[in-house]
């Protein structure tokens, strides 16, 4: 999850990734600079590895109940928003928040936004939460003509816009493909594989093999679609990587 808050100046914000414990603020020109970074606690890890059903160190996937669930959620948000707050030596006001695609899966977003409203001075809506994809692809501010590659003026919500993702946190690999326009990023195909880099973080050829083909054919199913006008190379328009080694 993301918490975007108000920084030093009137015309500028700060992003903060409960997803990989770090927060950033955006500065008047839209980059976004790192602030504050925290650890990942024990009990964040075992919820966020149910949510996604891949401990591997337990026989049975446990079950939260909806008090624990949502006393986890407070935990994250607020601690972030402690450690943000004390980086920058002053208080934050939290505008906005992301979150990653387990947290909506699960049902919990509901609960999310409950729990933002309540303990975080700025949130007052539904409209104030964003996928993490979504953020992902506005941080990298690729929903504009010039970053997809079109010519000046062009309107980027009558193309195809594809991007894939990799996500890679906690020794899972996470591979997404999404459409985007100037206001929305949808999922359109994804999968995910376990223990892809084991112990030491680092892949295997097997896994890396295993990777291409996965990959491979992710896009020929989009390639294959029949729509008119069909689904083309030139869509894809970019790879974005992300590396959320606090969560380890």
């Known amino acids: 999850m993301s918490v975007v808050q108000q920084h030093f100046t009137q015309n500028s914000s700060a992003l903060t990734n409960l997803a990989s414990r770090t927060s950033a603020y955006i500065t008047d020109n839209d ?12 009990d964040w890890k075992d919820f966020s590895r149910s949510l996604l059903r891949i401990d591997r160190n337990a026989t049975k996937i446990r079950a939260y109940t909806k008090s624990e669930a949502e006393q986890l959620l407070t935990t994250a948000l607020s601690s972030i928003q402690q450690a943000t707050s004390t980086k920058l030596n002053r208080e934050v006001e939290i505008l906005g928040i992301t979150y990653p695609a387990y947290i909506y899966d699960s049902g919990y977003l509901r609960n999310l936004l409950d729990i933002a409203i309540e303990i975080l001075p700025g949130m007052n809506d539904g409209t104030q939460v964003w996928p993490y994809l979504h953020s992902i692809s506005r941080a990298h501010r ?3 003509a010039k970053a997809l590659g079109y ?55 097997k896994k890396l ?13 989009e390639l294959s679609r029949p729509i008119k006008p069909p689904v083309q190379h030139i869509d894809f328009k970019h790879i974005v990587v992300g590396l959320r080694c606090a969560t380890t």
């Open 31 to 42: 980059d976004f600079v790192t602030t504050a970074r925290i650890k990942t606690t024990q």
């Open 142 to 144: 690729l929903n504009n």
């Open 151 to 205: 010519p000046a003026g062009t309107n980027i919500d009558q193309e195809d816009n594809l991007l894939l993702h990799f996500d890679y946190q906690n020794s899972v690999l996470e591979a997404s493909m999404t459409a985007i326009t100037t206001d929305t990023t949808n999922v359109e195909r994804d999968f995910r594989i376990t223990d892809f880099g084991g112990a030491e973080q680092v892949a295997s050829p």
């Open 209 to 221: 093999e295993y990777l291409r083909f996965r990959t491979k054919a992710l896009v020929k199913k």
